[in-house]
């Protein structure tokens, strides 16, 4: 049986693939940015119980999410969509609705009736005059942030109605000077491996810091997908306290081990424990 | 229970879809195309008889296939990808592979594992400096013409292997001028329908002029779908005689309804009797 990591180290190899969107350029226009994400039911979210407008919103709001993770603005979404053949008109219209609310103009896609119910969106958009941010830019001193409270995204129903943090993200980037960043889809501990990996470094993460979501834990808030929040670097300015509500220092870039200490100062090894999709 | 007709009225009437492909304007890089096609297990191709390599191929050659229909240069694709759990290594690799044999580069993507097989392929392509060939552009007078033999591409297996035509799309342009363009997806009479509805012209088709599959007879050569040859308008220019293989006049635009003329000279109306997706 195929193993997702494998697979998508075999892809990877292949195309320059790695970060949240393909990094396309078209000068002088810009860059493009892309991304793709499926939503299915019974994978990502449950069409019986949560509704036909949240398969549309989830698939278009990750897409859009990743293109944040960029600092990028969001400009055209399509959505391919799957219906089982005995939908109603209504739900079908509920499905596009729902990708509409995710606030990036509809540009086109495709609809198709078969076994299953999914909805694939591509969200297109520009990088930043500044440029895009990376995951491979964290830098030995950085502080780590993310925007808001992890955890329980299942539970709490954030999984399918978060907000794609595209403001926040193009004003950090706009105000401050942004090392990497990334979208909290996998969980904290592996999201933050990403950029790691990428940038080649270490950090020192207090886990008293990380803020955690009411229906959560730390393990939770250490762990569990699809928050969509942002995690990022920064250089160190003192202007971040109080530049935008949610905003949460967690550690710092270094060059040596992953750490996360705990209350009492206490050094563990950070690792992997989040999500991996599919499995 | 929903109707696929229906439903896509009501979103063409949501958003400026339409054509081919979407149509967005990167002044002064140029126009970008934009085309998304889902490809499922049972519905478009059967895995199991077709294989893993005709899932990945199929997909993006079919949005390549929209962005030729335009004239336009296919520049990267994208694909998301379901994958039965049980699933090989060899056979998810298969599926990009036949991806990567369409030949548009692989800039990105999404693997998910769920409880179907499907692929749906994002292409994006920039339009001729001519500008794109868009489907309402037909004008009385205008030859109607199709780029090789139609009919029988489920039989003859070329629904999932027929070649883009995206390198005689841009000759075509670049040489006569040409009034509108689509790709024959759905089959001759719905789609040249469709390309007499956004022009509001009529036409005068000869049936022994069009080019008829050795696996068809002229029903499924006018009804079949997913040949994906190209059907397009052209001012008369008596340059087309052998300009390249396969394309065949069949017969010409005009202001009057919509007929289609037998071998004694007798005049049918032609109406759409192609193939609906997901009927």
Same mark, same amino acid.
């Given at each position: 049986m195929v193993s997702e990591r494998e697979l998508l180290q075999w892809i990877a190899a292949r195309a320059p693939i790695g970060d949240d969107c393909a990094v396309l350029e078209?000068?002088?226009w810009g860059t493009l940015l &892309?991304?793709?994400? @499926? $939503? !299915?039911?019974? $994978?990502?979210l449950r069409w019986a119980e949560e509704g036909p407008r949240a398969l549309g919103y989830k698939a278009v709001a990750r897409s859009?999410?990743?293109? *944040?993770?960029m600092a990028g603005e969001p400009l055209w979404a399509f959505l391919a969509v799957c219906l089982p053949s005995g939908v109603t008109q209504e739900q079908?219209?509920? $499905?596009?609705?729902? *990708?509409? @609310?995710?606030?990036c103009p509809m540009a086109g896609g495709d609809t198709a009736f078969g076994p299953v119910c999914y909805a694939v969106a591509t969200v297109l958009g520009r990088a930043h005059p500044k440029g895009p941010v990376l995951r491979s830019g964290a =830098?030995?001193?950085?502080?780590?942030?993310?925007?808001?409270a992890l955890g329980g995204s299942l539970r709490s129903g954030r999984h399918a109605a978060f907000e794609p943090r595209v403001d926040t993200a193009r004003k950090l980037h706009e105000s401050f000077e942004l090392g990497a960043m990334i979208d909290i889809s996998d969980g904290l501990s592996t999201d933050l491996g990403h950029i790691l990996d990428a940038s080649g470094v270490g950090c020192r993460v207090q886990a008293e810091a990380i803020p955690i979501h009411p229906d959560s834990?730390?393990?939770? &808030? /250490?762990?569990?997908?699809?928050?969509?929040? /942002? /995690?990022?670097?920064m250089r160190p300015d003192d202007r971040l306290e109080g530049f935008l509500p949610g905003l949460q220092?967690?550690? $710092?870039?270094?060059?040596?081990? =992953?750490? !996360?200490?705990?209350? @009492?100062?206490?050094?563990?090894? /950070?690792?992997?424990?989040?999500?991996?999709?599919?499995?």
């Open positions: 078209c000068p002088p &892309a991304a793709t994400d @499926s $939503v !299915i039911d019974g $994978v990502h859009m999410s990743d293109v *944040a993770a079908a219209r509920e $499905v596009y609705l729902g *990708a509409e @609310s995710a606030g =830098r030995e001193g950085d502080w780590i942030v993310v925007t808001g834990d730390l393990q939770g &808030a /250490l762990n569990d997908g699809e928050d969509h929040e /942002l /995690l990022f670097t220092r967690i550690g $710092v870039v270094q060059a040596g081990p =992953r750490e !996360i200490i705990d209350g @009492s100062g206490k050094s563990a090894p /950070l690792v992997c424990g989040g999500f991996e999709h599919g499995r």
